[in-house]
Antibody, heavy 118, light 107 residues
C-alpha cells in the first residue's frame, strides 16, 4: 500500500523559511515522479512542483520559482520542499503526491499546514 | 497554460439522483484527465484516470466520459457518502492544472 507522510509544516513569519519532508513507502520511490501540491483552506487545488525519479527534470509553478526548491533522497525514500522568502499567500495545506504526466497522480499524503503570518 | 473550466461550482442534489459535472480544457489534452473527490479535512482521492478508467475500489456508479476537450464525471445514483467536492485535473502538460471544483451538497 502506498503511504506518503508529510511533516515540517508550521507557523512562520513573512520572509522566513521552512522545509517540508515527505516519507514514502509501499512503492518503488526511485523510479517515481513526485510532486507537491497545495490548497488554501476552503479553496481549490494548486500544483506547486514536480521532480522526476532520476532528478533529470524539475518543474515549478511560476509563483514559487526562485523561492522554493524540490528535492529528493532516493536512498531514504524521501521528498523535500525547501521554501524560502515565504509570503502570506503561501499559506496552505501542502500535499506530497505520487504521479506523473503519463498516468496522472494516484496517491496523496494527508497534508501539512503552512501558515505564514506576522 | 491549459485552463480547466469546471461547472457547476456547486450543486444541490438528493440521494438517488443522477448528477453530472463537466470540465472543459482550453486545448487538447488527449485523455490525460483525472477526477478527484475531496471531503473536508481530507486529501483528494482519485476516482477516475485516463478520462474514463475507474480507480480500483471506486463504486461503479461513478463514470467518466470525454468528447474532444469536454470531460464529464457522472454519478448515476447519489449515495450519502458522495456528498463532497470534486475536482478535475489535466496532466497532459506543465503547468498541471485543476478545475475550480464542484461542491456537491445534499438538497
Amino acid at each position: 500500500e502506498v503511504q506518503l507522510v508529510e511533516s515540517g509544516g508550521g507557523l512562520v513569519k513573512p520572509g522566513g523559511s521552512l522545509r517540508l519532508s515527505c516519507a514514502a513507502s509501499g512503492f518503488t520511490f526511485r523510479t517515481s515522479t513526485m510532486n507537491w501540491a497545495r490548497q488554501v483552506p476552503g479553496e481549490g487545488l494548486e500544483w506547486v512542483a514536480s521532480l522526476s525519479g532520476d532528478d533529470a527534470w524539475i518543474y515549478y509553478t511560476d509563483s514559487v520559482k526562485g523561492r522554493f526548491t524540490i528535492s529528493r533522497d532516493n536512498a531514504q525514500n524521501s521528498l523535500y520542499l525547501q521554501m524560502n522568502s515565504l509570503r502570506a499567500d503561501d499559506t496552505a495545506v501542502y500535499y506530497c503526491v505520487k504521479g506523473d504526466r503519463w498516468s496522472g497522480w494516484d496517491s496523496w499524503g494527508q497534508g501539512t499546514l503552512v501558515t505564514v503570518t506576522s | 497554460d491549459i485552463q480547466m473550466t469546471q461547472s457547476p461550482s456547486s450543486l444541490s442534489a438528493s440521494v438517488g439522483d443522477r448528477v453530472t459535472i463537466s470540465c472543459r480544457a482550453s486545448q487538447g489534452i488527449r485523455n490525460d484527465l483525472c477526477w478527484y473527490q475531496q471531503k473536508p479535512g481530507k486529501a483528494p482521492k482519485r476516482l477516475i484516470y485516463g478520462a474514463f478508467t475507474l480507480e480500483s475500489g471506486i463504486p461503479r456508479r461513478f463514470s467518466g466520459s470525454e468528447s474532444g476537450t469536454e470531460f464529464t464525471l457522472t454519478i448515476s445514483s447519489l449515495q450519502p457518502d458522495d456528498f463532497a467536492t470534486y475536482y478535475c485535473q489535466q496532466h497532459n502538460d506543465y503547468p498541471i492544472t485543476f478545475g475550480q471544483g464542484t461542491r456537491l451538497e445534499i438538497k
